[in-house]
């Protein structure tokens, strides 16, 4: 009776210790999975600030997709990114400041940085190509960033997106128009924001309203021309049926008598 109950407990003693090996081996792969560093990024970790990662001037091209998913600050300046693809960050639910500036960005594409809107404290986009403003791009982000040193063209598209967004008001000051639309605005070299007296869309307004008195006057201009056509055209019957009663011929005699009698009379 005791080698039984010996040997039951040893065959599931092996099975506890196997499982619970497994379980400790999972965990590890796990952890390691979701706390590893970038690949060719550097990475540091405090109990006050989190992980930190740097993938700064490495000639990267591509957002790198490993970074691991507890990181709170990401630098990725001075690299060679030219775009900001959907969802690039949407796997770091704790960053609280991402670092893009001195690259080669000039396009943000919408959903860019999803995710973040409500961890995000800081954005920096400084020093790149971007040119045209995309609200889509900061869909639901309320941070502060820094969007200074780029090329920036101020239109009516800018003036009607910058209100579409959420980020911190004082960050919009750091658009600085090197191009506008029109050109006579004088906006080129001022900060749009702090100059509320222009208004980019007052061309766009003032075509739209000769697009529509150029409509009204075409409208106008066919309804006169039927009109015109419609009187003729029914002149002409009149006329064809007058000739028609006259040439019957008791038309005629009454109309040769009528004449007589008012010849009398």
Known sequence: MMSLLADWLLRHSVVMCLLLHSLVLMTFCFHNAATSCSKSCYCSESESGGKTVRCSNLQLTEIPQDIPNDTRRVYLDFNLFTTVPTNAFAGLPYLVELDLSHNELSQLDPGAFRGLG????????????????????????????????????????????????????????????????PEETGVQGLAFLLEPDIDLCVVMKRTTDVAMLVVMFGWFTMVISYLVYYVRANQED?????????SLPGIQGKSEESSTISTVV
């Open 238 to 246: 009149a006329r064809r049926h007058l000739e028609y009663l006259k």
């Open 118 to 181: 409500s961890t995000l404290q800081f954005l920096d986009l400084s020093s790149n190509k971007l040119v045209n403003f995309n609200p889509e791009a900061f869909d639901g982000l309320r941070s502060r960033a820094n969007l200074t040193n780029n090329p920036w063209h101020c239109d009516c598209n800018l003036q009607m997106a910058m209100p579409r967004v959420d980020l911190e008001p004082a960050s919009l000051t750091g658009i600085v128009c090197q191009t506008s639309d």
